[in-house]
Each structure stands twice: as structure tokens, then as C-alpha cells.
Nanobody, 126 residues
Framework: QLQLVESGGGLVQPGGALTLSCVTS????????IGWFRQAPGKEREGVGC????????YYADFAKGRFTISKDNAKSTVYLQMNSLQPEDTAVYYC???????????????????WGQGTQVSVSS
């Protein structure tokens, strides 16, 4: 079993930066893919990006490329989402998720995952 707890959300002005954390617990080495999703008000949940455990390869949604970076600190059992150049459209609840079943990356990015955190609110506004 994996448990995921997000933190680091808050209010930031356009152009600002924010880093979210996802602390994992349980059997933390069991996940195959771990990454981030977001859901804005009135919109469907969408994948932000992920890291594949087997080779540490990274995948990002188009909106995240060049602005968002996922990293992990194995010693702290924590995955991070660094967000730069934030804009109002980035306002959403951000979730971390972990896949343990060996599903394809595409399925993970579509929201098919095994474990989810409760989310942390990110608000971008002047």
C-alpha cells in the first residue's frame, strides 16, 4: 500500500513560482510511475507529468513543458513539482498519483492510477 500526501499549495501572483511536495509512505519503492495531475474549477482532471521508475524518464503535458519540472528525493520519499511562470489558468487543485500495476504511461497520464493524494490548492491571481 502507498500513501501520498501533497503540500505546498497556496496563492501566487502571475509570473511567480511554486513548488509542491508529495510525501510517499508505505512501500514507497513499489510504484512504477509517479506524477502529478490537476483539476481546475469546471474542468476535467488532466495529467501534468510523471516519472517512470524503471529508468527515471520524464513525461510532461504540453502545457507543462518548459515551465514545470518533476523531481524526486528518494532519501526523503518525496516527489516534487516545481512550477515556474505561473499563470491564472494554472489555478487548480494539484494531485500526486502513483501507479503500481504496470499500466502504460498513456493510461497513467489519462488518470488511470492506483493511488492518489488528497490534493493541494494552487491559486494564481493578482
Amino acid at each position: 500500500q502507498l500513501q501520498l500526501v501533497e503540500s505546498g499549495g497556496g496563492l501566487v501572483q502571475p509570473g511567480g513560482a511554486l513548488t509542491l511536495s508529495c510525501v510517499t509512505s508505505g512501500f514507497t519503492l513499489d510504484y512504477k510511475i509517479i506524477g502529478w495531475f490537476r483539476q481546475a474549477p469546471g474542468k476535467e482532471r488532466e495529467g501534468v507529468g510523471c516519472i517512470v521508475s524503471a529508468d527515471n524518464s520524464e513525461y510532461y503535458a504540453d502545457f507543462a513543458k518548459g515551465r514545470f519540472t518533476i523531481s524526486k528525493d528518494n532519501a526523503k520519499s518525496t516527489v516534487y513539482l516545481q512550477m515556474n511562470s505561473l499563470q491564472p489558468e494554472d489555478t487548480a487543485v494539484y494531485y500526486c498519483a502513483a501507479e503500481t500495476s504496470g499500466r502504460p504511461i498513456a493510461a497513467f497520464m489519462d488518470g488511470t492510477s492506483d493511488y492518489w493524494g488528497q490534493g493541494t490548492q494552487v491559486s494564481v491571481s493578482s
